[in-house]
Structure formats: structure tokens, C-alpha cells
């Protein structure tokens, strides 16, 4: 079969790089890169260590409004399948790259495959919420990561092409955390020591957006009784500038390290050698799971509820006096069981495996 994916945004990257693999054994891959993720660091890097081919096309879209930024990736993407006609489209996760990729390709009358399907905050105010949700909506294949996903799909009246495969991240942190072990000098670089400081992330709009959220985030993560390492997503400096909070950043007894956003092995380093992770991404939520590390999310919901349910995740929300006794609490932790909850890191296999079907 012919396929095109879709990517744009940082987590695609990491996603693709493992399925891209597995699908091009069988099957031929025109990968569409949307530019919604842009800087070398955010996007490049991905390309350079995780080996992943190089887009065939670039459609150089950058930031805008969701309506702008969505709308412009609307009629590149379906200038690209009118002109490559492949048998389906692939799309990954929430962004709004997702969303474009899903509706231009349904259509076209182009089959759909989602990867990751099935997951819901519950909160329509994010906007990944609604991407995910009309992905779902107009995909013919729905690669779940879990049974909670399958059954969420069933509740919405989809279950045709449903299928449980485990999380493709599983596969990125089985192929690329030895490789980190290996080649990452980060810790050095950084001065750090292994279970000597946390890391922490944070780009969601919810708490971007919304300076009391982020105020209170910061002070949450300056409180800290280790360094705290936060690689700052660039819609985050530049909600710090906004909002009037470098002050807090730069305070004289603050542990905080601010850096630029790192690349995958430098990031998968950093986490699998912390005392803690905290952070309002789901994919790091997932990632603290695997590499067994606790993680304090700074949201007051996931869609990674099983972390929650296994006791290796706690929402935390923005709260500085709540960030705060969590951390302090994270010390006092006995580690709790920690079984397979979204298979076991050959995702990308079932997935090519049930395209083939
Ligand atoms: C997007 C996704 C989110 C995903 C996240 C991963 C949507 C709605 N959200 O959020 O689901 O978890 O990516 O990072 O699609 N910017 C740069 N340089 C870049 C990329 C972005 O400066 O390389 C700036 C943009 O100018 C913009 C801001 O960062 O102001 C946010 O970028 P955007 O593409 O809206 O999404 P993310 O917040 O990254």
C-alpha cells in the first residue's frame, strides 16, 4: 500500500520514527511535514538523531491562530493527496496538523489511520480535545493504546476498526533510552547527578494562556527542594514575557534551571536519571511511567488515567501550595507496582500488521 503521514508538531516526530520504520519493510511512506513545529530545536533535531526520512514535502505553515494555522494546513495537505493519491493517511495524537491531516484526507474519501485514538480529557476548552475527538470521528482505523481508549470509542458509537495495539511511545522509549544512556552527555553538560533534581514541562495552553496558572506553576517549581530543569517550550517564554514573570525565575535562592527545549535523547537522559518529573505533556507523563520515574502533572485531568490508577502519576493542577506538598510527599512514596499499562514497545508491528489486514 501507499501511505501519507502527516506530521508536524515535536511528539509526532517521536511517534513516527518507530512506525515509519516498521511501515517502509512493507509498504511505501510519503511523509508530509506541516511546519507547525518549526525551530531547529523543536523539529529538526527529531529528524537528525532519530533517524526518521526526511519529509517529501515541507509545507511550511508555522504559527497563527488555531483557525489560520488549521485552515492553511487544509489546503496544502489536500493539494499533496490530490497529487500523491496514496490508498490511506496516517495521523498521530491531537494537534491541529491531526485534525487537518484527518479532514482533508475524509473528504477526499482518503481512509484514515489514528494513532492514539481513543483518548479524552473530558475538557472540550482544550484544543487538543476537539482534535482528537473529530480525528476519531473520521478515521476508519483507531489505534487505541489501551482498553479504557477502546471503551471510550465504544461509548461514542465507534467500534468498526477499533484496535487495541498498545502506545507507539512505548516503542520510541524501547528503541532510543539505551541509545540516550549511550550518547546523551546532558547530566554533565548540565552538572547534575543522577536523582539530584526533577524535571519539569510545561506548554499548555490552560496554563500558558492564563497567568495565574503559570504564576503559580513556577512558584510551585521554584519551591522545590532539588533543582528543577525546565527546557521552555517557546509558547512558554513567550507567556513569561507576557505576563510579567521573569522575576520569578531568576530569584536568588531559585533552583530552577531554565534551558532551551532539547532534543529527544538529551530529554529521555534527563528523565530516566530524575528523582521526579513534573509536567502538563501526556506524552512525558507516559514516559516518566515507562522509565519507572514518578510523575506529578500539573493538570487537574489526564487521558492517562491508568498512570493515575497505578499510583506513579498525581494531578496536581497549578496551585503552588498543592505543587508543593506533592513534591514534598513524592519523597515519602513507597514504589508502587508497575504492570505493562499500554502494551509492551511493539506497537508499530500490530499497527502495520492490522493495515495489512
Ligand atoms: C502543539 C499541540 C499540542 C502538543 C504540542 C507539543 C495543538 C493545538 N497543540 O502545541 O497538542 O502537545 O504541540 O509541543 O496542535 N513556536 C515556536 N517555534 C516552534 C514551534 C512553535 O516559536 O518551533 C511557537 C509558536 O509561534 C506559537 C507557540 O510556540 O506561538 C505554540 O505553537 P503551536 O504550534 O500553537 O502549538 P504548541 O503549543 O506547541
Redesign the pocket.
Known sequence: MHFVTIVG???QFIKAAPLSAELRKLHTEYLVHTG????DN??DVFFRELNIPLPDRHLGV??GS?GT?TAAMLVKIEKVLEEVRPDAVIIY??????VAGALAAAKMHIPVAHVEAGLRSFDRRM??EI?RVVADHLSTWLFAPSQVSVHQLAAEGIVKGVHDVGDIMADSVRLFAPLARQRSVVLDRLGLKPGGYFVATV?R?GNTDDAKHLAGILKGLSSAPKFVVLPL???TR?AIRRHGLESILTAKDGKLIIIEPLGYLDMLQLQQNAAAILTD???IQKEAYYLGVPCITLRDETEWVETVEAGWNRLVGADPQVIASAIADMALLSEPPHPPLYGDGYTAERIVEALWA
Open positions: 508538531a515535536r511528539p507547525q513545529h518549526y525551530d523543536m523539529s508555522g504559527s488555531h494555522q495524537g491531537d494537534t491541529n496538523s491531526t484544543p487538543e482534535n506548554h495552553a517550550h517557546p509558547r513567550a505533556s501526556g506524552g
